[in-house]
């Protein structure tokens, strides 16, 4: 059903890890280095475990920044699930962590996964361009679940 392929405004931005005898640093965001619309206004960090997925969820509204950055490795899963994009009825996979740092930012629409496939516990940070359940979480969530529909197109393989 969905064809493979690069989807129409998902931003992926390699990240450089600065190394010294101390550890590591890297830049995850730079308000000059993506569109305005995906301006993050909080963020949030999660764990997950080893072959563990999160998704496949999309947003209405929202757009999600995400941060791969390690410890562990990830496969990520993006489906165009916007009737007006030219990329509509595409699949994308990317993977990103501790081997590939990188960010992900997924437009709204834009349904999407991730699975930890590097043997350890991973951590991803995400900084999204709207509040989780609006201000003050009073607003209903924005999110579009997936993962239990079990007719769902949108498959982890």
Do not use: C
Request: aromatic share 10%.
């Amino acid at each position: 059903m969905f064809k493979n392929g690069k989807i129409h405004d998902v931003v992926i931005r390699e990240l450089t890890k600065f190394v010294d005898d101390r550890g590591w640093l890297t830049e995850l965001y730079r308000k000059d280095e993506i569109p305005e619309q995906f301006a993050p206004v909080m963020a949030y960090i999660s764990l997950t475990l080893p072959d563990v997925a999160r998704g496949p969820h999309e947003h209405a509204e929202q757009a999600d920044y995400f941060g791969f950055i390690g410890p562990s490795d990830f496969k990520i899963f993006l489906w165009d699930n916007r009737p007006a994009s030219p990329t509509y009825m595409v699949r994308q996979i990317v993977y990103a962590g501790e081997n590939i740092p990188r960010t992900v930012v997924i437009p709204p629409g834009v349904v999407h996964a991730y699975k930890n496939v590097g043997g350890k516990t991973g951590m991803v940070i995400n900084l999204p361009n709207a509040l989780y359940a609006g201000k003050e979480k009073k607003q209903p969530v924005d999110e579009i679940r997936h993962e239990t529909d079990p007719h769902s197109p949108f498959l982890l393989e």
